[in-house]
């Protein structure tokens, strides 16, 4: 099972509002998704959820911020033909040459289970800007006709992209902004193909620090552990200060949003246990990348929920291991004898799982378990919704490039990978 990706969010390209017009025009009459979406040339869609979006913000940056910015000119109509209907839209030409593919490859190496636009196109991406649908190809051509005799080129200098989400029936909105061309670093990132298993994984880092999943019940003390020497021997201590909170997590710079959600509650955790540190011990605060990352490993945790109990129940059923017979439910597969529930990190098939088929492989030995029979469906999803609640371990360069960008420390670019505070 691939990582989670839905309809209701999008990374695309949005040209600046004061170019809409002409667009707009032609789309208020003819494009069905009028209401629901501006103007843009998806690159990522379906796309990762919305309350994932801060973790997938910190690694498509890791991409884009080392591409360059470039010129999209709209001034040529063309058609996509699905048998008996077909799709007007606006042919970007780019320049320089192949900008847009670019950009697409280089979200793709980040994110290789949403490309579902390349397979679409048959393994080739094309951007472009739907205005229209009509029901037969005559009448499209002769629209075009009507429309190019007016239209004007509609020139764009791309800049950024966006993340953009939607909920219900609700129209997108604009979540993030991720400019191009930002680092200074002209080496090019791509992501390792392995990496489509997690959308926490980052270069490089795929095999060494995977995404740690665990129950609820399997977390401690969220106290971060650091490591001191005492002669010569090391020995792990955790520290205990009484933690000063900041009534703005980010004052250091008001124009930084902090995240919402538990990724930032996670960094308010961070935040507050440093500027303890840094107050009451700061010759104590990590002075490496690796022990900063290893003293606050029990902070990175954050819960998430990737399947409901609802969900869970409907592929069990699918699956044969119960039926639903309106609010009743049948076991049709029991174990002779009670067995312990798997751990998430248990996996006899030998391949990495995802979240996704860890609470699956759980929930089916739950409701195979004989003594665990709910007579009611409502009850049987929620003891399922249960087990379906995971804590994640954000991974080490994703936390790393967060406290980056909310200015809260930074790694220099030195041998040994020093951590400089903003404290």
């Not at 289970?113 to 679409?120: A, H, Q, V």
């Not at 020139?155 to 953009?164: A, E, G, L, P």
Request: hydrophobic share 40%; glycine share 4%.
């Amino acid at each position: 099972m691939l990582p989670n990706k839905v309809v209701t969010s999008a990374c695309c390209l949005i040209p600046p509002d004061d170019l809409w017009g002409p667009i707009q025009e032609i789309r208020q009459k003819f494009d069905k998704s009028f209401q629901r979406w501006p103007p843009h040339v998806n690159l990522l869609y379906p796309f990762v959820p919305e309350r994932d979006f801060v973790v997938a913000k910190a690694k498509a940056e890791l991409v884009v911020s080392k591409l360059p910015s470039f010129r999209i000119t709209l001034s040529k109509f063309s058609i996509f033909e699905h048998g008996k209907s077909c799709t007007v839209f606006l042919d970007p030409i780019v320049e320089p040459t192949g900008a847009i593919e670019s950009t697409y490859e280089a979200l793709e190496s980040a994110f290789p289970f949403c490309s579902d636009l390349k397979e679409r196109g048959n393994g080739r991406f094309h951007g472009h800007l739907t205005v229209a649908q009509f029901k037969d190809t005559k009448t499209a051509k002769a629209m075009i006709s009507t429309w190019s005799k007016a239209w004007r080129p509609v020139i764009w200098d791309v800049t950024s992209v966006c993340f953009i989400a939607r909920r219900g029936e609700s129209a997108f909105s604009v979540k993030h902004t991720l400019a191009l061309g930002t680092s200074k670093d002209a080496d090019d990132i791509r992501f390792s193909k392995d990496d489509a298993d997690s959308r926490f994984y980052v270069p490089g880092q795929a095999m060494e620090h995977e995404l740690r999943v665990e129950t609820v019940e399997e977390i401690g003390s969220d106290a971060p552990v650091s490591v001191e020497k005492s002669d010569s021997t090391e020995v792990a201590r955790r520290d205990e200060p009484k933690l000063i909170s900041r009534a703005i997590p980010s004052s250091r710079n008001p124009s930084i949003a902090w995240p919402d959600g538990e990724v930032g509650t996670a960094l308010t955790r961070i935040d507050a246990w440093l500027t303890t540190m840094a107050v009451q011990h700061r010759d104590k605060l990590p002075k490496t990348r690796t022990k900063l990352l290893a003293a606050i490993k029990k902070l990175c945790i954050v819960r998430q929920k990737p399947l409901t109990g609802q969900l869970v129940c409907l592929r069990l059923a699918e699956e044969k291991l119960i039926a639903i017979h309106g609010d009743s439910v049948e076991y049709l597969q029991k174990d002779s004898d009670s067995k312990p529930l798997p751990k998430f990190e248990d996996n006899p098939y030998g391949w990495r799982m995802t979240a996704e088929e860890k609470i699956l492989a759980r929930c089916r030995a739950w409701v195979r378990n004989p003594s665990n029979v709910p007579k009611s469906k409502d009850t049987l999803e929620r003891s399922l919704d249960q087990l379906s609640e995971l804590k994640t371990g954000l991974d080490d360069a994703v936390v790393v490039a967060m406290l980056a960008g909310l200015d809260i420390c930074h790694i220099l670019d030195d041998r040994e990978e020093t951590v400089q505070y903003n404290l």
